[in-house]
């Protein structure tokens, strides 16, 4: 083969795996400190392709997923919370801490297992946050630790 049709047959196949490389996105998310931990591995091998209608979006991190753009990020091995007097709510058979609410996004901790799974969901008028965490919890519980606290009625 001349060296002019390798040559041009290399560039069709450079800009053939640009273009596929280009098709499947992958986006940025700090892993947490305890991402490393085999409990994690248990609950990553259970995240969904699809929470309603954002697909998941890979990510670059382990112990993480993402759906949307990305509309939802969850990521396990955050530092497991204390007792608190934040709302504590059960949603799909998990207890979530739900964290101080930020303008732009709601935060959520699980609560009572160790490692720690937090959820990072963007603000949005048609965002349904209940339906998200209870897709979420309904997906991972069989690979989460068992509960070593629960929630309890708050006390005003």
Same mark, same amino acid.
């Given at each position: 083969? *001349?060296?002019?049709?390798?040559?041009?047959?290399?560039?069709?196949?450079?800009?053939?795996?640009?273009? @596929?490389?280009?098709?499947?996105?992958?986006?940025?998310? #700090?892993?947490?400190?305890?991402?490393?931990?085999?409990?994690?591995?248990?609950?990553?091998? +259970?995240? *969904?392709?699809?929470?309603? =209608?954002? =697909?998941?979006?890979?990510?670059?991190?382990?112990?993480?997923?993402?759906?949307? #753009?990305?509309?939802?990020?969850?990521?396990?091995?955050?530092?497991?919370?204390?007792?608190? =007097? @934040?709302?504590?709510?059960?949603?799909?058979?998990?207890?979530? @801490?739900?964290?101080?609410?930020?303008?732009?996004?709601?935060?959520?901790?699980?609560?009572?297992?160790? *490692?720690?799974?937090?959820?990072?969901?963007?603000?949005?008028?048609?965002?349904?946050?209940?339906?998200?965490?209870?897709?979420?919890?309904?997906?991972?519980?069989?690979? +989460?630790?068992?509960?070593?606290?629960?929630?309890?009625?708050?006390?005003?």
């Amino acid at each position: 083969m *001349p060296r002019s049709r390798r040559l041009t047959a290399a560039a069709g196949a450079l800009i053939l795996l640009g273009a @596929l490389a280009g098709c499947s996105t992958t986006i940025h998310v #700090d892993a947490a400190e305890d991402a490393d931990n085999p409990a994690c591995a248990d609950v990553s091998v +259970l995240l *969904p392709d699809a929470i309603g =209608d954002l =697909d998941r979006v890979w990510t670059d991190a382990q112990a993480t997923g993402a759906w949307g #753009d990305p509309t939802v990020v969850l990521r396990c091995g955050v530092d497991v919370p204390a007792p608190s =007097d @934040l709302v504590c709510q059960t949603i799909g058979g998990v207890d979530w @801490l739900v964290l101080a609410q930020e303008d732009e996004r709601q935060r959520l901790v699980s609560y009572g297992r160790d *490692p720690a799974i937090e959820v990072i969901i963007k603000r949005g008028s048609d965002i349904d946050f209940r339906s998200i965490v209870e897709t979420l919890s309904t997906s991972i519980q069989s690979g +989460l630790q068992p509960a070593s606290a629960k929630c309890t009625d708050r006390i005003e």
